[in-house]
């Protein structure tokens, strides 16, 4: 025999604090003088019990039948199948009643409508057994179904706040890309929308931040905590270990600084101050500040500001000279134009793959760039001279800006690459950084050279010298700290080496007007 159950009050207007009360009002008239199953039903709430299934199990066991929980699809949430009318069914996911109860040969059943928050449709929580529904078995239910809609708002909550977070977290990287690229301007208007003023700066810090295995979205939002959103964090797209932040401010490295002696096994690496234009170089900086800061007891280190390769050379000469190697750019559209550069100058500090990921476009479409530039320059990067020059070109580029220098045609008395690299500052510079491997009496100074000679190719080095592949690779290793510079890893600190070689000698300058074949 069917009945209806319209008196019981639709759950939509139910709180978690009305289900407390009608809980406790339930223990005080149920007739138990504890009501354990109340004590039960609220475990359920703690965030560690917050659990569909075990609510609708706990509910089974409870009233000593069966529960089952199902959407308004009929898709089957929790719980084991129940066949249940279908009329009735429907009259509560469209809300026309609250409840219902039946008897169906000798099996009891019980339907409450559970709302959904944010829609229309609603949930149906159905339970069985074959004793009558006395009044404690009937407050069971009533009060789970409660519980049920204050369980779906708090996942729905969370849900959306893991929506909001990942929208947040696309936003990040896509200012960071255009950071990378040198796109000032488009990277400020996607900040404002989210973080007026985060970006209204010419000039910023990079940060990378290394945590252990399975740590980095904690990391990420300790970084933002510390640093009150006055600065960019963004989850490395390359790196799975690394956290970057662009700090406009003075403040925010003393703020990771904190951070990082509070959290074991991490680390912090940091630029010097750059204009944003020049985010990507800082970005190098600080992940080779990074492998600095692994062996120091702190745990950080800032990029340090030891004297460069080019700021020994004739900065007139220098500005020359880049504006000629890169003169076969000029013929491409301006933004055209950027993008190779941009693209460029990531693909030689870090792989395709890693450029890739941080640019947010596929390691092909790196290579692409890279080739076209190649075939424009009617060079070769795959030799690490090439990579060197080119690198110190782009670089100094940035410098320039829009600054236009009339390189004119080529003249006799236009600077080349090997006079760029001959000055006496230069090759007393490169003399005594090199001069550092010769207390090595394993000759690391010969390997290191053979090893740029062979493209930084291990086993071509190994064949050369006659020795095992892995003695290259320890001897390189071996010079990282000597030299105080990463040499396995392309990117700044290897060219500055490579570029000591050929100011030394040791190593010819690249021609970069040796046109690559099949061009």
């Given at each position: 025999?069917?009945?209806?159950?319209?008196?019981?009050?639709p759950?939509t207007?139910?709180t978690?604090?009305?289900?407390t009360?009608?809980?406790?009002?339930?223990?005080?008239?149920?007739?138990?003088?504890?009501?354990?199953?109340?004590h039960?039903?609220?475990?359920?709430l703690?965030?560690?019990?917050r659990?569909?299934r075990?609510?609708?199990?706990?509910?089974?066991d409870?009233?000593?039948g069966?529960?089952?929980l199902q959407?308004?699809?009929?898709?089957?949430l929790?719980?084991?199948?129940?066949?249940?009318?279908?009329?009735?069914?429907?009259?509560?996911?469209?809300?026309?009643?609250?409840?219902a109860?039946?008897?169906?040969?000798?099996?009891?059943?019980?339907?409450?409508?559970?709302?959904?928050?944010?829609?229309s449709?609603a949930?149906?929580?159905?339970?069985?057994?074959?004793?009558?529904?006395?009044?404690r078995a009937?407050?069971?239910?009533?009060h789970?179904?409660q519980?049920?809609?204050?369980?779906?708002?708090?996942?729905?909550?969370?849900e959306?706040?893991?929506?909001?977070?990942?929208?947040?977290?696309d936003?990040?990287?896509?200012?960071?890309?255009?950071?990378?690229?040198?796109?000032?301007?488009?990277?400020r208007?996607?900040?404002?929308?989210?973080?007026?003023?985060?970006l209204?700066?010419?000039?910023?810090?990079?940060?990378?931040?290394?945590?252990?295995?399975?740590?980095?979205?904690?990391l990420a939002?300790?970084?933002r905590?510390?640093?009150?959103?006055?600065?960019?964090?963004?989850?490395?797209?390359?790196?799975?270990?690394?956290?970057?932040?662009?700090?406009?401010?003075?403040?925010?490295?003393?703020?990771?600084?904190?951070?990082?002696?509070?959290?074991?096994?991490?680390?912090?690496?940091?630029?010097?101050?750059?204009?944003?234009?020049?985010?990507?170089?800082?970005?190098?900086?600080?992940?080779?500040?990074?492998?600095?800061?692994?062996?120091?007891?702190?745990?950080?280190?800032v990029?340090a500001?030891?004297?460069?390769?080019e700021r020994?050379?004739?900065?007139?000469?220098?500005?020359?000279?880049?504006?000629?190697?890169?003169?076969?750019?000029?013929?491409?559209?301006?933004h055209?134009r950027a993008?190779?550069?941009?693209?460029?100058?990531?693909g030689?500090?870090?792989?395709?793959?890693?450029?890739?990921?941080v640019?947010?476009?596929?390691?092909n479409?790196?290579?692409?760039?890279?080739?076209?530039?190649?075939g424009?320059?009617?060079?070769?990067?795959?030799?690490?001279?090439?990579?060197a020059v080119?690198?110190?070109?782009?670089?100094?580029?940035?410098?320039?800006?829009?600054?236009?220098?009339?390189?004119?045609?080529?003249?006799?008395?236009?600077?080349?690459?090997?006079?760029?690299?001959a000055?006496?500052?230069?090759?007393?510079?490169?003399?005594?950084?090199?001069?550092?491997?010769?207390?090595?009496?394993?000759?690391?100074?010969?390997?290191?050279?053979?090893w740029?000679?062979a493209?930084?190719?291990?086993?071509?080095?190994?064949?050369t010298?006659g020795?095992?592949?892995?003695?290259?690779?320890?001897?390189?290793?071996?010079?990282?700290?000597?030299?105080e510079?990463?040499?396995?890893?392309?990117?700044?600190?290897?060219?500055?080496?490579?570029?000591?070689h050929?100011?030394?000698?040791?190593?010819?300058?690249?021609?970069?007007?040796?046109?690559?074949?099949?061009?």
């Open positions: 025999m069917a009945g209806r159950e319209d008196g019981i009050p759950t207007d139910r978690r604090d009305g289900a009360d009608r809980t406790a009002e339930s223990t005080r008239e149920g007739g138990d003088a504890d009501t354990p199953w109340a039960g039903l609220l475990e359920h703690r965030p560690t019990g659990d569909l075990r609510l609708v199990a706990w509910l089974a409870t009233v000593h069966t529960a089952s959407d308004h699809t009929g898709a089957l929790a719980g084991p199948r129940t066949a249940l009318r279908q009329d009735l069914v429907t009259d509560l996911v469209t809300g026309r009643i609250a409840s109860a039946w008897d169906d040969r000798g099996q009891h059943l019980r339907l409450v409508r559970v709302a959904h928050p944010h829609t449709s949930w149906v929580l159905a339970v069985s057994r074959e004793a009558p529904f006395d009044r009937s407050d069971i239910v009533t789970t179904a519980v049920v809609e204050l369980l779906l708002r708090a996942r729905e909550a969370t959306a706040a893991r929506r909001l977070e990942l929208a947040a977290a936003l990040r990287l896509a200012i960071l890309q255009l950071l990378m690229v040198e796109d000032t301007v488009s990277a208007r996607v900040a404002a929308g989210l973080w007026p003023g985060l209204d700066t010419d000039t910023a810090c990079v940060y990378v931040v290394e945590s252990g295995p399975g740590e980095r979205d904690a939002a300790e970084c905590d510390v640093t009150a959103e006055r600065a960019l964090v963004v989850r490395c797209p390359a790196m799975d270990r690394h956290v970057i932040v662009v700090a406009p401010g003075e403040a925010a490295g003393e703020e990771l600084r904190s951070l990082i002696r509070r959290r074991p096994g991490t680390f912090l690496g940091g630029s010097v101050r750059q204009s944003l234009a020049r985010t990507a170089t800082a970005y190098g900086q600080a992940v080779s500040a990074l492998a600095v800061a692994r062996f120091r007891p702190d745990k950080t280190a990029y500001e030891r004297t460069h390769p020994l050379m004739d900065p007139e000469a220098l500005r020359v000279w880049t504006t000629q190697v890169l003169r076969p750019l000029d013929v491409l559209p301006h055209t993008e190779l550069l941009a693209t460029t100058r990531l030689l500090e870090f792989t395709a793959v890693s450029a890739a990921k640019l947010g476009v596929s390691r479409t790196v290579r692409a760039r890279m080739e076209r530039v190649e424009l320059l009617r060079t070769d990067f795959s030799d690490l001279t090439v990579r080119v690198h110190l070109a782009l670089n100094t580029q940035v410098g320039l800006g829009e600054e236009a220098v009339d390189g004119g045609t080529r003249r006799a008395g236009q600077p080349q690459v090997g006079d760029l690299l000055g006496p500052g230069l090759r007393t510079w490169a003399c005594d950084l090199l001069g550092r491997l010769d207390r090595d009496a394993r000759d690391l100074r010969r390997t290191l050279r053979t740029i000679a493209g930084g190719n291990a086993e071509r080095a190994a064949q010298l020795v095992h592949a892995q003695t290259v690779r320890e001897h390189v290793r071996s010079a990282e700290p000597v030299l510079r990463q040499l396995l890893s392309a990117g700044s600190d290897l060219y500055e080496v490579v570029v000591a050929v100011a030394t000698g040791d190593l010819r300058p690249p021609a970069l007007d040796r046109a690559k074949p099949g061009y």
